[in-house]
């Protein structure tokens, strides 16, 4: 399966803007490099990346590179393609990661089917 869920990036706490004000704002990463062409356009597309926000109230940031199978970044090189998930809370935020790994799992099943769905064995 394509997922990452390393306990490490389960929960992390980025400072606000506001440093002044002493708030940290819950986030998760989410990695999608590995996934198939078509998932990851799905889940980086604008129109969708509104609904997520308008349903968790959570922002989703695209971040890093993507990187051929095989290929991972060295020394100080941007990291693999993954989605910056940020909320007001942990509640909001793991929602919004399980709303994405979820069209992710469904993007990337559907494009595995549509590679065999597309020639016919003559």
């Known amino acids: 399966m394509y997922l990452s869920r390393a306990p490490e990036e389960s929960s992390h706490h ?5 440093a002044d004000t002493g708030m940290r ?34 922002t989703v940031t695209v971040k890093g590179l993507f990187y051929p199978p095989g290929k991972q970044p060295e020394g ?3 990291p693999k393609l993954y989605l910056h998930i940020e909320g007001l809370s ?3 935020v793991g929602s919004a990661k399980r709303e994405i790994e979820s069209i992710l799992a469904g993007a990337a099943a559907s494009s595995h ?8 064995v003559v």
């Not at 980025?14 to 506001?18: K, L, P, Q, R, V």
């Not at 704002?25 to 509104?50: C, M």
Request: hydrophobic share 25%; proline share 4%.
């Open 14 to 18: 980025a400072n606000t803007s506001g």
């Open 90 to 92: 942990n509640k909001s």
């Open 25 to 58: 704002k819950p986030y998760q990463k989410l990695e999608i490099n590995g996934f198939p062409q078509h998932a990851r356009w799905k889940v980086t597309n604008k129109d969708w990346l509104s609904q997520i926000t308008e349903m968790t109230g959570c």
């Open 113 to 120: 089917t549509e590679r065999f769905d597309k020639y016919n």
């Open 76 to 78: 100080d090189q941007e």
